[in-house]
């Protein structure tokens, strides 16, 4: 079953506006939640974690935020621009480093 | 410094026939994934190296599917016979350590087509 669910699918934000990707997860034992960005013809690449220690991890543009007790994070990407553009992968870590991806989602920032 | 490569970037094969995938990770980094993403669905993870053992085959499919890291390098993947439900991105990430936050690179990926 899915262990990690991502919510939207696909994305389309005005340039300047605020992007939000929301993903949920069921295993109590994950403990540390990575965002990944993928471009195509590129493989994914880490954009910003967080720890379940934390409720919010600021970097840049990008935050994270997170609820423990609901099980949910969330990306926002403020100022969306063009060249933000891109796949976006939440996955969840928890024993042996393995990721588990949520779905992906497909952001198109218009100009 | 390189990053993780892969090798073929495509490859289009006829059902029954073998594919071997190829993964060179980041210098230094003991540790190696696979990950296949099927046809726009999530990312899932497949085996997981230590050096040249494995420390993790739970996500392999089935016993079509081996994969080897002689003398703890590069890693090859291979399918044999390959079906269409093989068909796929195939990527391979590398890292130095095994904490949470060691991060994972990964390779462009390998997009295979079973015809």
């Known amino acids: 079953q899915q262990q990690v669910k991502q919510s939207p699918q696909s994305l389309i934000v005005q340039k300047g506006g605020i992007s939000i990707i929301n993903c949920a997860y069921e295993?109590?034992?994950?403990?540390?939640f990575p965002w990944y960005q993928q471009f195509p013809g590129k493989g994914p690449a880490l954009l910003i974690a967080i720890r379940p220690d934390v409720s919010e991890k600021k970097e840049g543009r990008f935050t994270i935020s997170f609820n423990k007790s609901a099980k949910q994070f969330s990306l926002h990407i403020m100022d969306s621009q063009p060249g933000d553009s891109a796949t976006y992968f939440c996955a969840a870590v928890n024993q042996g480093g393995k990721l588990i991806f949520g779905q992906g989602t497909e952001l198109s920032v218009k100009p | 410094e390189a990053g993780v490569t892969q090798f073929p970037s495509h490859s289009v094969i006829e059902k029954g026939q073998t594919v071997t995938l190829r993964c060179d990770p980041i210098?230094?980094?003991?540790?190696l994934y696979w990950y296949r993403r099927v046809m726009g669905k999530e990312i899932k993870f497949l085996l997981h190296?230590?050096?040249?053992?494995?420390?993790?085959e739970s996500g392999m499919p089935n016993n079509r599917f081996l994969a080897e890291r002689t003398g703890g390098t590069y890693s090859t993947l291979k399918v044999q016979p390959a079906e269409l439900e093989d068909s796929g991105v195939y990527f391979c990430?590398?890292?130095?350590?095994?904490?949470?936050?060691?991060?994972?690179?990964f390779g462009p990926g390998t997009r295979l087509t079973v015809l």
């Open positions: 210098s230094g980094h003991d540790n």
């Open positions: 190296f230590v050096k040249e053992s494995k420390q993790d």
């Open positions: 990430a590398s890292s130095q350590g095994l904490a949470r936050g060691d991060e994972q690179f």
């Open positions: 295993n109590t034992a994950f403990d540390y």
